[in-house]
């Protein structure tokens, strides 16, 4: 059995799966925000199963990485763990990145998760988080870089702290039709406009067969894009499950 564990900006999530599964089918699975962290051991305890090995992908920081590391001595004091990291190559996916170790890993583990999903396929794999990550993985299993943008959040944020007048704007705020005719809409319309602008773009430029959405911020972005969309809440989970099924 293997525990599988992303640590994003914002959540950390996790999932219990076979070694002889197929990728991104789930024992167990779950999400805690950072200031529940404590929590975790508690939450694997509850699925009921152990793991011998654990595999963690961790862009959140030392800090972080040390939490979640004390919670899952608690939950298994035996248990292996792996630092997920982004190699030359990986699960059939060639990372194109000039220096590949500069990769995020869970941007590599993204790409791999879009690639098993649709080998032989160009995907744009958009990642709306903290940050917006838009990579391109072309139709021959390569890695060929990406883009990266302020979040949804930190747009309107910015808007807000920066711009005399303008109000705090909560990034979940309902998607004005058309041209705002409010400040507050305003603000909203142009920064998910901003994000789905860029999407689109990606989606363009790699002429990509598949445009896969992912994170937090997702479920706001996608209903502006005027092109065909999949929303994976786990493509990291599912790229850390192949990476580990990989014998590359």
Known sequence: MLLLIDCGNTRVKWAFARTDAEAGVWLAHGAVLHAELATLA????????????????????????????????????????DAFVSLPAC?????????????????FAAAIGAHTLYPGRAVIIATCGTA?????VNADGVFIGGM??????????????????????????????GFADNTDDAIVAGCIGAQAGAIERAVALLQADCCLLSGGAAPYVAPALRL????????????????????E
């Open 132 to 136: 917006t990550t838009i990579d391109a």
């Open 42 to 81: 508690a939450c694997w305890r509850a699925s009921g199963l152990q793991a011998l090995r654990a595999l963690m992908s961790n862009v959140a920081g030392a800090a972080i990485g040390a939490a979640v590391t004390a919670q899952l001595q608690q939950f298994a004091p035996a248990i292996a763990l």
């Open 91 to 107: 699960a059939g996916l060639r990372n194109g990145y000039r220096n590949p170790a500069q990769l995020g890993s869970d941007r």
């Open 228 to 247: 065909p969309y999949q929303l994976i809440d786990n493509i990291v989970l599912l790229g850390l499950h192949a990476a580990s099924l990989s014998k």
């Open 148 to 177: 990266i943008v302020p979040g949804l959040g930190l747009m309107a944020s910015s808007l807000a702290r920066n711009t005399a007048q303008l109000p705090q704007v909560a990034e979940n705020r309902a998607m004005p039709s």
